[in-house]
């Protein structure tokens, strides 16, 4: 039940096209959904985040959709760009619980072509 | 605003031998959460320091271990080394107060390598 399930594995897009990165999760006490950026060399960092009292949140060109019944929620990259070929990582966790421990999903490794 | 700060940023140990890996955190964060990071599992929890309390740990032998000092900075061990140790190992820093305690901020890591 501790488990956020994550996919695909690896994602090519052309650059200018969505890309899209989807995670499941099966304990419905989480209620709180970050998205992390990850780069080579580098420690992941916050791209944006959800709570399930809202279906979609935008910032840029970064949207997550959120599906509460189907305990679903995806990023989406829109006019993807050559910066953004990084590892995605979605995770989630129980805000009530004031902890750093959050469940990841296994990770998104995104190259977008030029 | 300083970051996370990790040290080692790279480490070589045989099996058998044993590590301690530092992070600092953010100036005024006082809780500290540490990450390992593999190909084959992703993003694993291994424990959480808060006011120099342990306050959560994840499915991690007894081998792993960590502590927490006044000033917020922390440090893990790992004993008896094995080769599945080899990984990145991440820490994380939050204010830890009310719902920011979830926004965790990661250091680059400490790439340990056991041979």
């Known amino acids: 039940q501790q488990q956020v399930k994550q996919s695909p594995q690896s994602l090519i897009v052309q650059k200018g096209g969505i890309s899209i990165i989807n995670c499941a999760y099966e304990?419905?006490?989480?209620?709180?959904f970050p998205w992390y950026q990850q780069f080579p060399g580098k420690g992941p960092a916050l791209l944006i985040a959800?709570?399930?009292?809202?279906s979609e949140k935008k910032e840029g060109r970064f949207t997550i959709s959120f599906n509460k019944s189907a305990k679903q929620f995806s990023l989406h990259i829109m006019d993807s760009q050559p910066g953004d070929s990084a590892t995605y990582f979605c995770a989630a966790t129980r805000r009530a619980s004031n902890t750093g421990k959050l469940i990841f999903g296994q990770g998104t490794t995104l190259q977008v072509k030029p | 605003k300083a970051g996370v700060t990790q040290t080692p940023r790279y480490l070589i140990k045989t099996r058998g031998q044993q590590v301690t890996l530092s992070c600092s955190p953010i100036?005024?964060?006082?809780?500290v959460s540490w990450y390992q990071q593999t190909p084959g599992q992703g993003l694993q929890f291994l424990f959480e320091?808060?006011?120099?309390?342990?306050?959560n740990k994840g499915n991690f032998p007894g081998r792993f271990s960590g502590r927490q000092f006044s000033n917020s900075r922390s440090e893990m061990n790992v004993s008896t080394l094995e080769l599945g140790d080899s990984a990145l190992y991440l820490c994380?820093?939050?204010?830890?107060?009310?719902?920011?305690?979830?926004?965790?901020?990661f250091g680059a890591g400490s790439r340990l390598t056991v041979l």
């Open positions: 959800i709570r399930p009292d809202v």
């Open positions: 304990n419905t006490a989480f209620d709180y």
């Open positions: 994380a820093s939050s204010w830890a107060g009310g719902t920011g305690a979830n926004v965790l901020t």
């Open positions: 100036s005024g964060h006082r809780s």
């Open positions: 320091y808060f006011s120099e309390t342990q306050r």
